[in-house]
């Protein structure tokens, strides 16, 4: 039985729980939502199972995604699952996908998962590290474990419901949607930076060009983190709510620079 996963991610834990799910069902192809950002025209998956994998953003779907979906039409797909990646709060997304695929192609999720991992948005909370990340991860992988049973038995999995989710989405989604690709005037980098590139190798969206050897943002950011997450030097800072100064810094375990220039449609070489 033939399968298509489509992802995102910032910083892996969306291409992790795609690859566990993927290693699970066998016959999977990969896909990544950035690769297609660029592609015109409707999105027909040609598989007996189509799924998608990303993170929440303020408690709706990353922008990148919310476009893909709206562009997919899974109406002759036998069966459709999502998995949202989160850091505490998000089947908000799930509800706001079933919307997006109805309006657009008549068709809900047939089953929809949203799994806790470590939270990388470090303006608003310190990622997690050591054995409060180990743990969260192993927690992660078994819930993985157990969605990818359910969606090889084909199970109908409705997305669970939080009014708490559902408020912050009215609440926060709209301005995030709205403001996101600005929010590049938010990033700034410190001295310390050598000037290596890291962040614009790694950006899923080619948001920044290196100029005079430091990082340019455009106009076109997602507000991954990839850029600050990887920086070597810890020189990206950005400036929302809590600022990023000292307050960590997370990628998945498994997750390298080839995953992240494979995500863009680049062809992986030796990662540095
Ligand atoms: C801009 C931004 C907004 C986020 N908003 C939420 C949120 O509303 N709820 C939540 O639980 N996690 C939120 N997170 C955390 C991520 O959803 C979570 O860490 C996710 O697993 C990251 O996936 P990735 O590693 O594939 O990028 C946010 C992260 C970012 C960068």
């Known amino acids: 039985m033939k399968t298509v996963i489509y992802y995102f991610t910032g910083t ?24 297609l950002k ?28 919310k476009e893909f979906a709206e562009r997919l039409d899974i109406g002759a797909v036998p069966y459709a699952f999502a998995i949202v990646t989160m850091g505490g709060m998000g089947v908000s997304a799930l509800h706001q996908l079933n919307t997006i695929l109805v309006q657009g192609c008549r068709k809900k999720l047939d089953a929809a998962f949203a799994v806790s991992m470590p939270g990388n948005f470090p303006p608003l909370a310190i990622p997690p590290a050591g054995e409060k990340k180990d743990e969260i991860l192993r927690k992660a992988d078994a819930d993985l474990a157990a969605i990818a049973v359910a969606i090889q038995k084909g199970q109908p999995v409705p997305p669970g419901f939080s009014p708490f989710s559902s408020l912050m989405r009215i609440l926060l989604y709209p301005p995030f949607a709205r403001n996101v690709h600005g929010m590049s005037s938010s990033f700034s980098v410190e001295d310390t930076c050598t000037g290596c590139g890291t962040c614009a190798k790694v950006c899923p969206v080619k948001n920044i060009v290196m100029e005079k050897d430091r990082p340019v943002w455009q106009q076109t950011c997602e507000l991954c983190c990839a850029c600050l997450h990887f920086c070597p030097a810890e020189a990206i800072q950005l400036s929302l709510m809590r ?26 070489g030796t990662t540095p």
């Open 243 to 268: 600022g990023s100064k000292g307050r960590g810094r997370y990628r998945h375990p498994d997750l390298t620079i080839d995953d992240m220039k494979a995500q863009r449609g680049e062809k992986s």
């Open 12 to 35: 892996g834990n969306s291409l992790a729980a795609a690859r566990k799910i993927a290693a699970a069902l066998k016959d999977c192809d990969l896909v990544p939502i950035a690769s």
């Open 38 to 65: 660029d592609t015109p025209g409707t999105i027909v998956p040609a598989a007996d199972r189509a799924g998608i994998v990303c993170p929440v953003y303020d408690a709706g779907l990353p922008v990148i995604v």
